[in-house]
């Protein structure tokens, strides 16, 4: 099988994400960088890695597939008060999902767009938050099951996705070996094999962190750290950062440029049960990244009303950045299925039961109308 590698360096790129030719998440790369196996029928595969562009094996006979990266600029941060209390993060989320019972599969592309308030320095009063808070998004399903069923939507009454447990982190110091400006490349391993791996390119910083192979790894995930001793069944929860703008020891949600996570869970349990509000089965697999589109420094007073209102005067629009990937064709065709759909006339054709309605006028005013209603009611 190939193996994925810088193309500058040639450093082993674990952990990247691979799609097969319909676009389904397979898997990811190994530790040294070998994709995982696959089937004759999912070639050629496409290979994602944060900060780099999106390369493709045509065939397990290629040796060995190198990525270039990808240039990235955050925005630039806009600061309208004098005080910098807050800073607010615009961002920009896609997402794919899968759930799969033992009968029945459904898959999820969604867009949205976020935001994040990170308190800065010595605020503590205005509390903020780190997970995204939903301001748009759009959502196409894909249901099937064993009996050939094969439709779309863009409503589903399940629930079932990662992705709106995974926030920024505000703060993380750097390995000392990267504290430095130049180029510079840092290795962690936990008790099964690689649990995080640095790389420092002058102002750029790219982390990839296994989060199940260490349990100092779960400040990266701290909506999730209280349910990881606590019967959560994941099988995989993968992240890779982009960092930009970096100086000195540490890194900033400032800095905070591109997030990109794999999460595969699978089983019964209680948790997960309560995560997707369902008494069966779980089996869900959601990969999803993270876009940094705007930066705000503003007043506690400012993000207060921003949390009440947070949308203002404006309408907020999803917006596409330019470094995010082509969507494969498998799911560029979910994509248009749903958006031919018709729901007004879906809506306007349906004929209403009238088992459910009255056919009396009951506004209408007529002689002994009110008395007529009694005898009909407890008669």
Same mark, same amino acid.
């Given at each position: 099988?190939?193996?994925?590698?810088?193309?500058?360096?040639?450093?082993? !790129?674990?952990?990247?994400?691979?799609?097969?030719?319909?676009?389904?998440?397979?898997?990811?790369?190994?530790?040294?960088?070998?994709?995982?196996?696959?089937?004759?029928?999912?070639?050629?595969?496409?290979?994602?890695?944060?900060?780099?562009?999106? %390369?493709?094996?045509?065939?397990?006979?290629?040796?060995?597939? *190198?990525?270039?990266?990808?240039?990235?600029?955050?925005?630039?941060?806009?600061?309208? &008060?004098?005080?910098?209390?807050?800073?607010?993060?615009?961002?920009?989320?896609?997402?794919? /999902?899968?759930?799969?019972?033992?009968?029945?599969?459904?898959?999820?592309?969604?867009?949205?767009?976020?935001?994040?308030?990170?308190?800065?320095?010595?605020?503590?009063?205005?509390?903020?938050?780190?997970?995204?808070?939903? !301001?748009?998004? *759009?959502?196409?399903?894909?249901?099937?099951?064993?009996?050939?069923?094969?439709?779309?939507?863009?409503?589903?009454?399940?629930?079932? /996705?990662? &992705?709106?447990?995974?926030?920024?982190?505000?703060?993380?110091?750097?390995?000392?070996?990267?504290?430095?400006?130049?180029?510079?490349?840092?290795?962690?391993?936990?008790?099964?094999?690689?649990?995080?791996?640095?790389?420092?390119?002058?102002?750029?910083?790219?982390?990839?962190?296994?989060?199940?192979?260490?349990?100092?790894?779960?400040?990266?995930?701290?909506?999730?750290?209280?349910?990881?001793?606590?019967?959560?069944?994941?099988?995989?929860?993968?992240?890779?950062?982009?960092?930009?703008?970096?100086?000195?020891?540490?890194?900033?949600?400032?800095?905070?440029?591109?997030?990109?996570?794999?999460?595969?869970?699978?089983?019964?349990?209680?948790?997960?049960?309560?995560?997707?509000?369902?008494?069966?089965?779980?089996?869900?697999?959601?990969?999803?990244?993270?876009?940094?589109?705007?930066?705000?420094?503003?007043?506690? %007073?400012?993000?207060? *009303?921003?949390?009440?209102?947070?949308?203002?005067?404006?309408?907020?629009?999803?917006?596409?950045?330019?470094? %995010?990937?082509?969507?494969?064709?498998?799911?560029?065709?979910?994509?248009?299925?749903?958006?031919?759909?018709?729901?007004?006339?879906?809506?306007?054709?349906?004929?209403?039961?009238? *088992?459910?309605?009255?056919?009396?006028?009951?506004?209408?005013?007529?002689?002994?109308?009110?008395?007529?209603?009694?005898?009909?009611?407890?008669?």
């Amino acid at each position: 099988m190939p193996v994925v590698v810088d193309s500058l360096t040639g450093a082993p !790129l674990p952990k990247a994400s691979v799609y097969d030719r319909t676009g389904d998440f397979i898997g990811v790369s190994s530790d040294n960088g070998r994709l995982p196996r696959a089937s004759a029928a999912a070639w050629p595969l496409t290979v994602r890695y944060m900060g780099y562009r999106p %390369a493709v094996a045509l065939s397990p006979d290629t040796d060995t597939l *190198r990525m270039a990266e990808a240039g990235f600029d955050l925005p630039e941060i806009v600061v309208e &008060s004098k005080k910098r209390d807050v800073l607010r993060l615009r961002g920009y989320v896609r997402e794919y /999902s899968s759930m799969t019972t033992y009968t029945d599969t459904v898959l999820l592309f969604r867009e949205k767009a976020v935001d994040f308030m990170v308190p800065v320095g010595k605020e503590r009063k205005f509390k903020g938050w780190l997970n995204p808070r939903v !301001l748009a998004s *759009r959502s196409y399903y894909h249901f099937s099951d064993c009996q050939g069923l094969d439709s779309v939507s863009a409503h589903f009454g399940g629930y079932f /996705s990662w &992705s709106d447990w995974i926030g920024i982190r505000d703060t993380a110091s750097l390995p000392p070996s990267l504290s430095g400006e130049g180029a510079a490349v840092d290795s962690v391993f936990g008790r099964h094999g690689l649990s995080a791996a640095w790389r420092r390119s002058g102002e750029n910083v790219w982390l990839s962190v296994d989060v199940l192979a260490d349990s100092l790894n779960r400040a990266w995930t701290p909506s999730l750290a209280g349910f990881f001793d606590n019967g959560l069944d994941l099988r995989r929860l993968n992240m890779r950062w982009a960092f930009t703008e970096v100086s000195g020891d540490s890194v900033y949600a400032s800095n905070v440029a591109r997030v990109a996570f794999d999460i595969e869970s699978k089983g019964r349990g209680r948790n997960l049960q309560r995560f997707f509000r369902t008494d069966g089965p779980v089996y869900v697999d959601t990969h999803a990244e993270i876009y940094i589109t705007g930066r705000e420094y503003m007043s506690a %007073a400012e993000a207060r *009303r921003c949390e009440k209102d947070p949308l203002g005067e404006e309408a907020v629009q999803i917006v596409v950045p330019p470094d %995010a990937p082509e969507l494969q064709p498998a799911v560029k065709m979910i994509v248009e299925r749903v958006e031919s759909i018709d729901y007004d006339a879906l809506r306007l054709g349906e004929r209403p039961d009238k *088992r459910y309605a009255g056919i009396r006028n009951y506004g209408k005013v007529e002689k002994g109308g009110f008395l007529k209603y009694l005898k009909s009611v407890f008669l």
